[in-house]
């Protein structure tokens, strides 16, 4: 089961506003020991939002979504999560309640509208103006405003999704390889590596270099931190046998 980010409104797409929301989350998530599996952005349609939260749904994964939760026509998650989970947009009477409390007359006609959400959702409450987000099985929705989406999004990881916190989160450990020609040499260690601790995620990064670092690729090895030492281990030891390399560790203690 993986985790991710969807960020949604044309004013990211377009350039009009920087996004926020993906380092922040990742910062939430590191605290508890957690981990981004993938992010995506999406403009203001329903019919792509629907699609993209039915694939996150169809595959068990749980789903941060930021953006569009409003009242204005723009605004259409509300109606998209409705529609990738089968069911009815419905006015939920504890979210009405809030926005009248906050707003009293003025609540009305418009700003009621943001108590549709999908028929049996729960609340996510918003401590800046009460307005609540919504979740559905592992889908939550916040607004796209830093200010009430993130301690929003904290309530979400710290209530909802308090069991998958991890106290001992996965470690990488890295190391730089200068002299070899290219990926495609190291290419059978690294599958080596692999099929030896399939437990662990193997990255490379090659790089041409620049002033004063030549060019070499960095190596990732990332897990928990018993297999991921031992799968690093086991790549050095492979390294160390071929001629012509220098290895660089990259790995500090102090990140265990």
């Known amino acids: 089961m993986a985790l991710g980010l969807f960020v949604i409104g044309d004013e990211i797409l377009s350039g009009k506003r920087q996004d926020k929301h993906f380092a922040k989350v990742l910062e939430l998530l590191r605290a508890r020991g957690m981990e981004l599996g993938f992010a995506q952005f999406i403009g203001d349609d329903e019919q792509a939002i629907a699609e993209a939260i039915a694939a996150v749904h169809a595959r068990g994964d749980v789903l941060l979504s930021c953006g569009g ?3 204005t026509p723009d605004d259409c998650t509300r109606q ?28 009305w006609p418009n700003r009621v509208l943001m108590a549709d959400f999908p028929r049996e959702a ?3 409450p918003n401590p800046v103006n009460r307005v ?10 916040v607004p796209g405003f830093p200010e009430m989406a993130w301690p929003m999004l904290e309530w979400v990881l710290d209530t909802q999704l308090a069991h998958l916190h991890r106290a ?19 290419l059978p260690l690294m599958q080596a590596t692999l099929a030896r601790h399939p437990g662990i995620r193997l990255s490379s990064l090659p790089s041409r270099g620049g002033p004063g670092l030549p060019r070499h690729i960095e190596f990732g090895f990332k ?9 690093y281990g086991y790549f050095l030891a492979g390294l160390q046998a071929l001629p012509g390399l220098r290895i660089e560790n990259l790995f500090a203690p102090e990140q265990l």
Do not use: K, M, N, W
């Open 122 to 124: 729960g609340l996510i």
């Open 69 to 71: 939760i409003g009242a």
């Open 168 to 186: 001992e989160p996965d470690v990488e450990f890295r190391l730089r390889v200068v002299g070899s020609s290219g990926e495609g040499d190291l």
């Open 80 to 107: 998209a999560a409705a529609r990738a989970y089968g069911l009815p947009l419905t006015r939920h009477p504890e979210a009405e309640a809030l926005i009248v409390a906050q707003y009293g007359d003025a609540a």
């Open 223 to 231: 897990g928990e931190c018993a297999q991921a030492g031992a799968a």
């Open 132 to 141: 609540a987000g919504f979740y559905v099985g592992r889908s939550y929705f």
